[in-house]
T-cell receptor, first 114, second 115 residues
């Protein structure tokens, strides 16, 4: 069965609205969660690293006020795309890391902003 | 700075033949790991194979093998006996001990297997 889930799997929203994407670790406690975005036929670009109970660390060029990350528990991290615009349309994937270097990717969330 | 480079945007291979997907990397860290992932059109990331920087033998997993040449900083993926289901995007990735678990990816190679 799935080890990491993401919800929703697909979302379509209007420009200017905010969208929340959840990443859940189902079988183990995640010390660290990573968020990536991927445009069609392109590579996965790391957006930020989140550790439970502390502020996320964002990669250079990623707007922290636009992409809000909350890692409230050892099994849940959320990414909120605030005031979404069409250029934010992308595939967002989380990666979860536990102890002993266990790591798994979520199935991804496809965001379309109209 | 760390960097992963895949110079083949697209590759074609005949079914049942072998194919090599290229990957070169750059890092100043001594301890690092190299990964290959397969991404079908569904978007899920499927882990294929891992090579640690201190591993002396090339990693193998079924039909997948990693041709690790440390001095040349290359970690090519070899897929033997290609199958139609192997058609997908393939990504090379690297994680360094000093980078807190971050995994950075190459540009990807789109592999198409012809019947």
């Amino acid at each position: 069965g799935a080890v990491v889930s993401q919800h929703p799997s697909r979302v379509i929203c209007k420009s200017g609205t905010s969208v929340k994407i959840e990443c859940r670790s189902l079988d183990f406690q995640a010390t660290t969660m990573f968020w990536y975005r991927q445009f069609p036929k392109k590579s996965l670009m790391l957006m930020a690293t989140s550790n439970e109970g502390s502020k996320a660390t964002y990669e250079q060029g990623v707007e922290k006020d636009k992409f809000l990350i909350n890692h409230a528990s050892l099994t849940l991290s959320t990414l909120t795309v605030t005031s979404a615009h069409p250029e934010d349309s992308s595939f967002y994937i989380c990666r979860v890391q536990g102890d002993a270097d266990t790591q798994y990717f979520g199935p991804g969330t496809r965001l379309t902003v109209l | 700075a760390q960097k992963i480079t895949q110079t083949q945007p697209g590759m074609f291979v005949q079914e049942k033949e072998a194919v090599t997907l290229d990957c070169t990397y750059d890092t100043s860290d001594q301890s690092y790991g190299l990964f290959w992932y397969k991404q079908p059109s569904s978007g899920e990331m499927i882990f294929l194979i891992y090579q640690g920087s201190y591993d002396e033998q090339n990693a193998t997993e079924g039909r997948y093998s990693l041709n690790f040449q440390k001095a040349r900083k290359s970690a090519n993926l070899v897929i033997s006996a290609s199958q139609l289901g192997d058609s997908a995007m393939y990504f090379c990735a690297m994680s360094s001990y000093n980078q807190g678990g971050k995994l950075i990816f190459g540009q990807g190679t789109e592999l198409s297997v012809k019947p």
